[in-house]
């Protein structure tokens, strides 16, 4: 069965980076896009961007695009998520989701980062 | 790149039938047939239950239903079960490999 596992919770202090892992199995790796959904305390979810496994492509959301990166590592079947100059309202529940025709089938468990001085 | 229009919050009774709207514009909702509703309990990751408008995952009942007419879709719960209180948020590709989220609407069942 499809499987993405995420990295643990973390804390960080504001200006620093974050990168969290999500490592996927159960499905063919490259066939599907891998985006990244943030959830802050009590509020919605926000789009932060997507990567292409196969060629490593990413899109980024234009609020996120000067601060955030996304890479794979195929020989893990690994997505990485990285975000930097964190600031406090940084603080959330960051989620990866496997995209099938623009709909995300299937979600890891969630990475809590706190951004906290 | 605006989020999509929801309202904060829905009910209804057991039994009874719940529609949830969301709003977007041409770019987005009106312009492309990829609108998904996800539910989500608290504490628990969200869940997809409806994808290209109206379509239902398997093992989503069909109690739960999509719709879509110019720029605004629709969820529809039918038949209230007590589980089915939640927040549910709508989302939509958006056009250059990108996607848009609903605010969310917390649904209550009374």
């Known amino acids: 069965q499809v499987q993405l596992v995420q990295s643990g919770a973390e804390v960080k202090k504001p200006g620093a980076s974050v990168r969290i892992s999500c490592k996927a199995s159960g499905y063919t790796f490259i066939s599907y896009y891998i985006q990244w959904v943030r959830q802050a305390p009590g509020r919605g979810l926000e789009w932060m961007g997507i990567i292409n496994p196969g060629g490593g492509f990413t899109t980024f959301a234009q609020k996120f695009q000067d601060r955030v990166a996304m890479t794979r590592d195929t020989s893990t079947t690994t997505i990485y998520m990285e975000l930097n100059s964190l600031r406090s309202d940084d603080t959330a529940m960051y989620y990866c989701?496997?995209?099938?025709?623009?709909?995300?089938?299937?979600w890891g468990q969630g990475t809590l980062i706190s951004v906290s001085s | 790149q605006s989020a999509l229009t929801q309202p904060p919050s829905a009910s209804g009774s057991p039994g009874q039938s719940v529609t949830i709207s969301c709003t977007g514009t041409?770019?987005?909702?009106?312009?492309?047939?990829?609108v998904s509703w996800y539910q989500q309990h608290p504490g628990k990751a969200p869940k997809l239950i409806i994808f290209e408008v109206s379509k239902r995952p398997s093992g989503v009942p069909d109690r739960f239903s999509g719709s879509k007419s110019g720029n605004t879709a629709s969820l529809t719960v039918s038949g209230l079960q007590a589980e089915d209180e939640a927040d549910y948020y709508c989302s939509s590709y958006a056009g250059s490999n990108t996607l848009v989220f609903g605010g969310g609407t917390k649904l209550t069942v009374l």
């Open positions: 041409s770019s987005d909702v009106g312009g492309y047939n990829y």
């Open positions: 989701a496997k995209v099938n025709g623009w709909s995300a089938d299937s």
